[in-house]
């Protein structure tokens, strides 16, 4: 019998991906269900296909054990906190994603970018300023910003995405400092820095690490302490490492700091109830996108062909041995 394979992410816009799962087995499209909806039906399938910028399924324990046949996970992301990983390590379903997909994930700069993006729309206030000539105003005074050849940026975490983010920033011309303490950095145009000094020094200050235990909620009413009033933090990595409440408080006590996002804290299960989302659509210090770092033409084909030829090859050696 052919694998049956659940997809809950939109795929059919991204050019190979449908394709390719069609050749594995028999596929079903969910492009925006509901975990509702996911339970009654995971029964029947042995793979599931998602990816967790869209969707509004946490792969729970209940989730898991609805599956009476499901053999795998396939996410198209290099995160998996939207999975219950031991879960799935207690069922003995097997969790495929682009983690350790180094060769892939380096073609892929997408999300980068986008944190410098956010950045560069926080800094010139660009936002607030198009809501404003949609007002019908035309003043610039409420919306004179910065430019980065005179700030301290400074960057934590130097993985892939970190160390990518630091060299936009360096040929524009800003002072660059790094936190990482699993790295060592050979960039003389880069100041390696504890994060004491990184949060004391640094205008703006860019997130790219994994969700750990030790990262988890990291930056906290004690991190916030050691900042610049004016700090404006941008965060492209996950939004559960931020503690949402201490930032609402900090940004309440200083005006002019700004906060641009791509992700919030429990995003999955939490998003449209999010204090943070809620707050921040009567302000103007916050700037909000839809977990969009990693939509890119390019990496959606990029990431989710990857993901699919994975699974292709992990359903394919299953039916081989058996």
């Known amino acids: 019998m052919k694998?049956?394979?659940?997809?809950?992410?939109p795929v059919r816009h991204i050019q190979g991906v449908a394709e390719t799962l069609e050749?594995?087995?028999d596929v079903t499209y969910l492009d925006d269900p509901s975990s509702d909806d996911v339970s009654r039906r995971i029964g029947?399938?042995?793979a599931l296909y998602t990816n967790p910028n869209k969707s509004n399924v946490f792969i729970s324990r209940g989730l898991i054990s609805a599956g009476a046949r499901l053999q795998v996970v396939c996410t198209a992301s290099t995160g998996t906190n939207h999975i219950d990983?031991?879960?799935t390590a207690d069922r003995g379903v097997t969790v495929l994603s682009l983690t350790e997909e180094r060769e892939?994930?380096?073609?892929i700069t997408s999300t980068a970018e986008h944190a410098f993006a956010l950045m560069m729309a926080a800094l010139r206030r660009i936002v607030p300023g198009w809501d404003s000539v949609k007002r019908g105003e035309w003043d610039y005074l409420p919306y004179v910003g910065r430019q980065l050849n005179a700030l301290t940026v400074g960057v934590v975490g130097y993985g892939r995405l970190g160390s990518l983010f630091a060299g936009y920033c360096k040929a524009f011309g800003s002072r660059v400092l790094v936190h990482d303490p699993y790295k060592e950095i050979d960039d003389p145009a880069l100041l390696q820095v504890g994060l004491s000094d990184l949060l004391t020094e640094s205008d703006v200050i860019s997130l790219h690490v994994h969700v750990t235990p030790e990262t988890l909620g990291m930056v906290d009413r004690g991190w916030f302490a050691g900042v610049k009033p004016d700090l404006v933090l941008v965060n492209t990595s996950r939004g559960d490492i931020c503690e949402e409440e201490s930032l609402i408080e900090f940004l309440e006590a200083h005006p002019r700091a700004l906060y641009a996002t791509d992700v919030l804290a429990s995003e999955t299960t939490e998003k449209f109830t999010s204090r943070l989302r809620a707050w921040a659509v009567e302000?103007?210090?916050v700037l909000i996108t839809p977990h969009i770092g990693g939509?890119?033409?390019?990496a959606q084909e990029i990431a989710y062909n990857h993901a699919a030829r994975m699974l292709k090859e992990f359903l394919g050696?299953?039916?081989a041995t058996s």
Do not use: C, F, H, W
């Open 44 to 46: 029947e399938y042995d």
């Open 295 to 298: 939509m890119t033409v390019e």
């Open 317 to 319: 050696s299953r039916v």
């Open 3 to 9: 694998p049956r394979i659940l997809v809950i992410t």
């Open 104 to 107: 892939v994930i380096n073609r």
């Open 85 to 87: 990983l031991e879960a």
């Open 283 to 285: 302000r103007d210090q």
């Open 23 to 25: 050749t594995i087995g």
